[in-house]
């Protein structure tokens, strides 16, 4: 171990140990007792701020000084604040004082930096390499209303104590019932389909249209301002209450609207309001049912516009799922009672191109879709590093011909170059985005012409790139998602648009789009710098 490694170490069990410490020697639950009266710290020492948050609407708006609990003032001459950054800590409870045990602490500072935090004995909760600035303090808890608020670090302090307040959410149990007032999990076990079909609930501020924007996964159970549990896929037996078909914890306080959902589609919905602990969703029997759609699908060559019968395609949601059907001797799969929505075909043909494509199915609708597909063909080349030399780097391919909708950016076919940083890529036989995606480097696009048949020689010069933060503020924001595109309106990376998102690029010019499913509401010209960028964002139309 070298000398750098065991202070490091050494720190480390430092400052675990003034934590255990602090764990055992504060009171059972809430806050320490007030300090004495002309309590002060010594003058020219170092002294750990603290200060008090609660969730919005208790009373206490912005940050006081704690109730006592202050750490020993430090000697005159103290050392400066260590290198290894701030120690921030403090307790983590309800309103009721009870101890929040588990959950995920996230720091954002001003300049996109990002630090995460640990709740270690319940209540209590620590974070350590944060400096002296404003940062964005976000906490999840299950069981809790999400906390979102400002922390101000002072400068020259080695630990910050800054305690937190908790709002406990609402649970609603859930029935799904016919007009009649009969269980719908009757109805759905008499369904050929049995279980594999079936609503969740979610709750929006809004009345919600027919159909839910940004679904793309097996259902909607995180959607909105709620998170649904199914009873048939809890983990424990006594997870869900008797009589409930699920459990939604809601992330935002009543009134608040909740429906019935199958993947995108509506079925029904109704209003829930403070102090209400159950709500029930009328459902007509053939609801669910009727909400299934079809698929008719032919496969071709892209230049001739032959049918393809050899090789299989596999439809399926962006979170999984889904089944692989073989191609018939004219091309064709069909598809029948498949959930509606966004869905994913993934062919796998023989000497021709890698895709995925999307495509909507309508509910109580067979849709015709064709897929052309052109002749793979090679491209070669290199990654090389910031000093020419050659690097190992994980890198996507981008059809874009194929790019009809911003999700069909989103690839997930992957490669990777070697140590020596060579890479042979099957990509169809088009103009392409080759893309360097790999978090030791910035996202670096290059373009390919492969129209006249294999390329090779490409080189892709990589750098640690500037960092940008794109931060959306708006409600459900998970449900847009942004594209980059290059100069001449190529895209090249996708992700979804969540409070902060983050990547590196190399400075230079950039599109952005922002869509929600194939709609896409916002583009602007973005100028990366050498120090980077943040972009404050919006959520939706």
């Excluded at 720091?107 to 404003?134: H, M, N, V």
């Excluded at 302090?157 to 009969?182: K, M, N, Q, S, Y």
């Excluded at 995925?356 to 080349?381: N, Q, S």
Aim: negative net charge; aromatic residues 4%; glycine residues 12%.
């Amino acid at each position: 171990m070298d000398t750098s490694t065991r202070i490091a170490a050494g720190v480390g069990l430092a400052l675990a140990g003034l934590l255990l410490v602090w764990s055992l020697t504060r009171p059972a639950s809430g806050p320490s007792p007030a300090p004495a009266a002309g309590s002060t710290a010594a003058e020219g020492g170092a002294r750990a701020e603290e200060t008090r948050s609660r969730a919005p609407g208790d009373g206490d708006e912005g940050s006081r000084t704690a109730p006592g609990g202050a750490p020993e003032p430090a000697a005159a001459g103290a050392p400066a604040p260590d290198p290894l950054g701030v120690l921030v800590y403090g307790s983590i409870l309800d309103r009721e004082g009870e101890r929040v045990e588990k959950g995920r602490l996230a720091f954002e500072c001003e300049d996109g930096t990002t630090r995460s935090g640990s709740i270690g004995a319940p209540g209590s909760y620590s974070a350590l390499g944060l400096a002296a600035g404003t940062w964005r303090l976000s906490i999840s808890c299950p069981g809790h209303y999400p906390l979102d608020e400002e922390l101000a670090i002072p400068a020259g302090v080695e630990r910050h104590r800054h305690d937190v307040t908790l709002e406990r959410a609402v649970v609603l149990c859930v029935r799904f019932v016919t007009p009649d007032g009969r269980d719908y999990e009757e109805v759905l076990a008499q369904d050929p389909l049995g279980h594999g079909v079936r609503p969740v609930a979610v709750a929006t501020r809004e009345a919600p249209p027919a159909r839910l924007a940004g679904v793309t996964g097996l259902d909607a159970s995180n959607h909105g301002v709620g998170r649904y549990r199914d009873r048939l896929f809890a983990r424990a037996a006594d997870e869900i209450p008797p009589g409930c078909a699920g459990l939604l914890e809601l992330t935002a306080p009543p009134p608040l609207f909740v429906s019935a959902v199958l993947r995108d589609v509506v079925l029904a919905t109704q209003g829930v309001f403070p102090g209400e602990e159950a709500i029930e969703l009328v459902l007509e029997q053939g609801a669910v049912r009727g909400a299934l759609g079809g698929l008719r699908l032919t496969v071709v060559d892209a230049t001739s516009g032959a049918p393809l019968s050899e090789g299989n395609v596999h439809l399926s949601t962006a979170q999984g799922g889904g089944f692989a059907r073989p191609l018939g001797p004219d091309g064709t799969i069909e598809f029948a009672d498949q959930m509606p929505g966004l869905l994913e075909l993934d062919p796998w043909v023989p000497g021709y191109e890698k895709v995925k494509k999307r495509v909507r199915l309508v509910p109580g609708e067979t849709v015709d879709f064709e897929l052309a597909l052109l002749p793979a063909v090679r491209i070669g080349g290199r990654v090389l590093g910031p000093d020419g030399a050659g690097v190992s780097a994980r890198m996507n391919v981008v059809p874009l011909h194929q790019v009809a909708m911003p999700l069909d950016v989103e690839t997930r076919h992957w490669y990777a170059s070697d140590t020596e940083g060579r890479f042979q890529i099957e990509a169809g036989r088009a103009e392409v985005m080759l893309v360097v995606n790999d978090p030791a480097w910035a996202v670096v696009p290059r373009r390919v012409d492969a129209r006249g048949g294999a390329v090779e020689g490409v080189e892709i010069r990589v750098a640690p790139g500037a960092p940008v933060v794109l931060r959306s503020a708006g409600p459900d924001s998970g449900a847009a998602r942004v594209v980059l595109t290059d100069t001449g309106g190529a895209p090249f990376w996708t992700r979804r648009l969540y409070a902060s998102t983050e990547l590196r690029l190399l400075p230079g010019s950039y599109g952005l789009e922002l869509s929600r499913d194939e709609l896409v509401y916002h583009r602007r010209t973005v100028e990366v710098g050498a120090q980077g960028i943040t972009l404050e964002l919006p959520a939706g139309p």
